[in-house]
């Protein structure tokens, strides 16, 4: 294949995890390819971001936020996996965001840090600054990124497929081998030329898939991608059906905006629209309940009022702190119409986290040999069936951490086939075509694989998926390769998968929340 560049580690995705995967990996002295589909280093998800990061830095804390992971997800948790997040978390805080990114975490007047609580929490141990966390982190890591020689950044390109013995090799005998991935095809996006990168160790940090719904916090990135791609390279992937919704997004014609958590936490308060506290008589924490539980709540409220969204009150605390707290979602609610300091914000849950993913070990390690995945792509089982608020930074940077320095071990077997060349096709999409099959995945994966789930309603989306799955395969496998075309793809076969892991599952928990008859 023309274009083949060598890396000894290649990460593809540059959001947090990405991007301290990188990091770790050229700081041991390997040369590292990075790799994003947009235009800029500062995508993904981790910007979105507003609440914090949890830092429970006292062996207390530690057993009462490990008690937290697994009350919020119903126990169905990775113990190893949730043991090394609370062990090594805090470590990683201090080592890497504080002393050495030296994050502007909010501080008081003592210089001590501030916390804040949020859902399910027991404490406050939730770190941030101001409303803007994960922006924040993430721009800090960009800058030292940037600037590190062993780093080699591509932007604008889009992973086609892993490259793996069994469908690359030119050698029909390689299909012996222990399946292993040694690196990815790419597209440019700009000349729409192919390129392959073959690495030692690949590392994907390629976000989640709220895209597939009709209603997503997520950036339009976010559609399963690196599922999809792990999927069809033979990696294992589970729990994919563990959806979380986030309760409360922006109600907006201009699209969903998250409405962090944190608002809840500070005191924040949800009423229907006829000013009830609708949560008082769901759950002893009320609007600090479980994501899933508050979610539920307010779906049924909108089925019982028939109103389009219930409303979120924090015009009780002082105007000038609620700007000085939370800036971000203050200014984007004024863009609007919407003051926060003097009315209450509408909101409706969205499509918001992926629990499962691509199955790891403890240190990001795939099925796939040399294969990693870290970030919302992977699934650790840390979150078991339903993500504890805050935590998702934090596994980010555990994962990206251990990551990247573990791809750097020297692989003593490792050996680059000959790889078979890319028959690229030269049929021109219809646009018309890509925007209506993506219409189709969204609302089928809103109504019947979303919040509240039905047998009957699951077989229905699967086969109304696997109908336009064989469809858009055939297009695929006729069209000149686009980002367009690459995305659809891989969001028809995402969306596929999580059905059938849905319909395998009968046991309702967590995000997986099947209504009977």
Not at 241 to 258: D, K, V
Not at 443 to 457: F, I, K, Q
Not at 508 to 513: E, K, V
Request: proline letters at 3%; charged letters at 20%; aromatic letters at 6%.
């Amino acid at each position: 294949m023309n274009n083949q560049v060598e890396t000894e580690v290649l990460v593809v995705g540059s959001g947090l995890a990405g991007a301290i995967a990188a990091l770790t990996a050229a700081e041991e002295n390997k040369k590292v390819i990075l790799i994003t589909n947009s235009t800029t280093l500062l995508s993904g998800n981790t910007r979105w971001a507003q609440g914090g990061i949890v830092y429970s830095n006292s062996p207390n804390s530690h057993e009462t936020f490990k008690a937290d992971i697994y009350t919020a997800g119903g126990h169905d948790n990775h113990t190893s996996a949730v043991e090394q997040l609370v062990d090594v978390g805090p470590k990683l805080i201090e080592e890497l965001l504080i002393n050495k990114m030296e994050i502007p975490f909010e501080r008081d007047a003592k210089d001590q840090l501030m916390f804040t609580s949020e859902a399910a929490h027991s404490d406050k141990r939730i770190i941030h600054c101001k409303d803007a966390t994960g922006l924040t982190i993430h721009q800090k890591i960009i800058d030292k990124l940037i600037k590190q020689p062993q780093i080699t950044i591509y932007t604008q390109q889009t992973a086609v497929d892993l490259l793996t013995y069994s469908h690359h090799s030119t050698s029909p005998l390689d299909i012996y081998e222990e399946p292993a991935c040694f690196g990815a095809i790419m597209l440019d996006h700009e000349t729409g030329e192919l390129k392959t990168i073959v690495a030692q160790n690949t590392i994907l940090a390629t976000g989640g898939l709220g895209q597939l719904y009709l209603h997503s916090t997520n950036p339009t990135e976010s559609r399963g991608d690196g599922i999809a791609m792990a999927w069809r390279a033979g990696a294992r992937c589970v729990n994919l059906h563990y959806i979380q919704f986030h309760p409360t997004a922006l109600y907006n014609e201009s699209g969903r905006f998250l409405i962090s958590e944190a608002l809840r936490g500070e005191g924040a308060k949800l009423y229907d629209i006829n000013g009830i506290n609708f949560m008082e008589k769901v759950h002893p924490l009320q609007s600090l309940a479980p994501r899933d539980i508050v979610a539920r709540a307010i779906h049924q409220t909108l089925i019982k009022t028939q109103h389009p969204c219930v409303y979120l009150d924090i015009s009780h605390k002082k105007s000038d702190w609620i700007k000085d707290r939370f800036p971000t979602i203050y200014k984007h609610c004024l863009k609007v119409g919407i003051d926060i300091t003097s009315k209450p914000i509408p909101v409706v849950p969205a499509a918001h986290y992926s629990c499962g993913g691509i199955g790891v070990n403890l240190n990001g390690e795939s099925s796939l040999k040399r294969l990693y995945a870290i970030g919302e792509v992977s699934c650790t089982g840390v979150h078991g069936s339903n993500r504890l608020a805050s935590t998702s930074l934090l596994e980010c940077l555990v994962w990206g951490y251990l990551a990247g320095k573990n791809a750097t071990q020297d692989s003593t077997d490792y050996i680059t086939p000959q790889i078979k060349p890319w028959i690229q096709a030269s049929q021109k999409i219809d646009s018309a075509l890509i925007a209506q099959d993506w219409l189709t995945i969204k609302n089928t994966m809103w109504n019947y694989v979303g919040l509240v789930r039905t047998r009957e309603r699951l077989h229905r989306a699967q086969l109304i998926l696997r109908n336009l799955q064989h469809d858009i395969e055939k297009f695929y496998q006729t069209a000149k390769l686009n980002p367009e075309i690459i995305g659809l793809r891989n969001g028809i076969q995402t969306a596929v998968a999580i059905t059938n892991a849905a319909l395998e599952d009968r046991v309702s928990r967590g995000c997986h929340y099947i209504q009977s008859h």
